[in-house]
């Protein structure tokens, strides 16, 4: 469409300027457009947040719900990751269930959060067999501006970190009465590279992942772990490459925890 | 609802539950041009209400089929965001979405210059993030603000707001618990300020003419009050580099004069 | 009045006049359907807009952008409602998706389509946008602001009335800066030189032209 158009043009001038690692934005090769956080603005949620990486704008919320377990982990609560492209975020979006691109984009952030072991399932149980907690994080997009996955990283982490745990009562949860705070023992987040004529660059911006061959984005906590590994787009990485990613997601990553303060 | 026998709706000073007079707009706060990527946009904060608008168009309609040959199509979109309401919603559209859709798409057509842009589409689209009553009264109200900064041409803003009745007495924009009164009127209302039309009116209870006149009237006082606030909206971002730039304006001005008189 | 910021639907006046673009009239009164600034000229009143899509007009030259190639034309995208179709055999060079040109507007039709003729090839350059109301402060009263900016970043330039701009050599960061101010400030007055002054301070502080 339209708009896109500008990009394409632009995905020459991308990767001309990448050769003497430039961007277009000037930015340094791995250094991350400024980034604005706002947490617990929605106060039917149970815990939201809303990142502006660049232009990028996502919006997340948590909402927690008493539900059974699955058979397979009748002592375990769960969480459901879910995106949606607003319409809104870009002229090619339309209204309509996730399509490849975003269904992608949930399971990634699922897995980051999911296999850090940052929620203790077992300690979402209420009853055993009956009952758990299950916590449902929803991530709209606003604009899409580039690198959706590690703002709506950000944007689930900060969203959980302020989520407050609604007071049951008779199995029932009370409204507008909580007992504390979700426990998030671990900070897990996304970090995604963009690889344009065999250089690598951090965050890629809407006219870089026009011009890109590939992408890598890699979930991390604070103890220097993965959690998640998702290489996207129909370029490749070499083994080398994949490890210099890796060290700079440890690196990178510290600078965007240090970004969120929790209440 | 065995809640409404407890709750004072309007106290010995005329106050509501939440503080307001009978006659007093929860605060709203309209902030246009928020997105870069749609071509009009516009972020609104009313009472706990929280949304965001963004516009495209026009643009060509597709598939062909839908075109309509004498003039735009109005496609508004509105949605609830799943931790937007105290129990969460699916992400799936109810029917609730779908019927605020159409009547503010509907609203909105009359005050845009559709028949200036044949076979295209006009596509408007509303997430709502946090919502205590009201919501597609913020939600239209965004949209006109969202429509003017895309530069889409219109006869006027379309201005909305809610009246309603609570323990016997009509009052202006309710909120979520006097909506739970047990002789509750709900009654969204937008209008095109300058010629008072309205475009948009619906409404839940049971109530007489004479009362309703009351509720109608005052509810069109609240859409005025709203219209100032939009206006406000669109001007302030001009009205502020205008400031901003008044420094240098005035020293150009100066230089200039000093040009003058040689 | 002259110069007032208005919105869609606001009251311009109540006299009679000539009606340019953006106004109506309702019950014998002229109103804005958009936002943006009153003008008067000999009897005549519109309304500039600060914000809105570019509506093709007989006779521009506007920057199109090349977006498909089918059998006999090729659709070229001019940042309106819809593309232009130009067929193959028109054009003298074959073009390809992605190639910029220029264009002159020959007419428009009812739903607001534009036939294009004219078309020519850019070498090399670059493309920059602004919102096509703009343009016509980037170009100027008799092209002042253009020669400004010419001069000022030392650019090759070509402004197409649909808001895209090809620039070719030069200080094309020095460029964008300035076209960021003239979006920003385009509702304020004398503003070809208070741009004259920012590119003079700039090449001051800078240097001459281009960065490396």
Known sequence: MRDDIIWELRSDKVRELIKSSQRLDGRALYEYRPIKIETDFSKNAHGSCRVVLGETDVIAGVKMDVAEPYPDTPDEGSITVGVEFMPMASPVFEPGPPDQNATELARVVDRCIRESKAIDFKKLCIEEGEKAWFVFIDIYVANDSGNLFDASSLAALGALLNTKIPKLEDDKIVKDEFVGKLEVAKRPLLTTFAKINGKLLLDPAIAEEKAMDARISIGTTEEKLMSALQKGGPGSFTQAEIEQCIDLAFEKSAELRKLLKVE | MAKSE???????????????????????????????????????EWGQNKALVGVFGPREALPQHIQDPTKALVNYVYRMATFSVPDRKSPKPGRREIEISKVSGEALERAIFVERFPNTTIDIYVYLFDSNAGTRCAALTAASVALADAGIPMRDLVSACAVGRAAGTIILDPCKAEEDASDAVDMPLAIMPRTKEVVLLQMDGLIGKEEWKKAFELGIKGCLQVYEIQKKALKRKYEEIAEEEEKTIKQIDKELKKVEKK | MQGRLVIPGELITTRRM?????????????????????????????????????????GDVVIGIVVAEEYSYYAIDINSFYYSFVPKEEIKIPLKKGTI?????????????????????????????ISPVKVPRVIGKNASMLNILKKGTGCSLMVGMNGRIWAKGGNIELLKKALAKIERESHLSNLTLRVQKMLEEEKKKGGAFGKK
């Open chain 3, 101 to 129: 040109v220029s264009a002159k507007i020959v007419k428009v039709d009812e739903i607001n389509a534009a036939t294009l003729s004219d078309i020519r090839v850019f070498r090399g350059g670059e493309i920059l946008t």
């Open chain 3, 18 to 58: 000539k009606l340019g673009p953006h106004v109506f009239v309702e019950n014998g009164k002229i109103y804005s359907d958009t936002v943006g600034l009153v003008k008067i000229e000999r009897g005549s009143v519109r309304v500039v807009p600060l914000q809105g899509k570019y509506m093709p007009k007989a």
């Open chain 2, 6 to 44: 407890e709750i004072v709706y309007i106290n010995s000073e005329g106050k509501r539950v939440d503080g307001r007079k009978v006659d007093e707009l929860r605060p709203i706060k309209i902030v246009p041009s928020v997105l870069s990527r749609a071509e009009g946009s516009a972020y609104i």
